[in-house]
């Protein structure tokens, strides 16, 4: 996959990290009760605005714990959703991320999720050198189990599940060894 240091894409969406200019798209996210349903609670405005303009300056951080990437869908150019790493820093030994994705409800059920995922852990591995990705669902959010599942992840042995939901953890060499991944990726 062919990319730049912070953007990339797939068929039909392309990446780009959180700036000072969406802080729409990231309140609108954040404060909508439904989609934060299997995240946690919805923030108020003041809240919103505040991890916004956290959240972005991380993003744009060389030196990054946490980056996000808005999601835009190239036929229509709409903004549809964030895709998120965190990295774990809980094992030195291992350099691991937390990879998500939140998608305004318009545009889910489409096949977005898994191509953005799909693109992100290709990034995520072949450009950022991460040794391993995790992700962590709600038990009764059956769609994001099954995503999971779907993207190669296992669920995390070494870690039970606790009040925070099911933990998943997929290891660059068992990324690397699947003859195909979901999602073809395009150049950006």
């Known amino acids: 996959m062919e990319s730049t240091e912070s953007s990339f894409s797939s068929a039909r969406l392309s990446m780009r990290l959180l ?11 954040y404060c909508d009760p439904q989609l934060m349903q299997f995240v946690g609670a919805a923030m108020a405005s003041p ?37 998120g790493l965190v990295r774990n820093r809980a094992v030195p030994s291992v ?9 305004l409800q318009d545009w889910q059920r489409r ?13 995520a591995f072949r450009v950022e050198g991460l040794e391993r990705l995790q992700g962590m669902q709600m038990p009764g959010h059956t769609a994001s189990i099954q995503l999971m599942t779907r993207l ?14 099911l933990r998943w953890t997929l290891d660059r060499s068992a990324w690397e060894g699947h003859s195909s991944h979901p999602v073809a990726m395009d150049a950006c």
């Open 19 to 29: 700036c000072a200019d969406d802080a729409a798209l990231y309140t609108r996210i």
């Open 47 to 83: 809240a919103a605005a505040r991890s916004f303009a956290a959240s972005a300056a991380a993003s744009q951080s060389k030196n990054w714990r946490l980056r996000y990437w808005v999601m835009t869908e190239k036929q229509s150019s709409a903004q549809i959703g964030l895709l």
């Open 95 to 103: 350099d691991a991320a937390e990879l998500g994705t939140m998608i």
């Open 111 to 123: 096949g977005f999720a898994i191509e953005g995922l799909s693109a992100l852990m290709t990034f």
């Open 152 to 165: 190669g992840f296992e669920r995390a042995a070494d870690v039970p599940t606790n009040v925070h939901g």
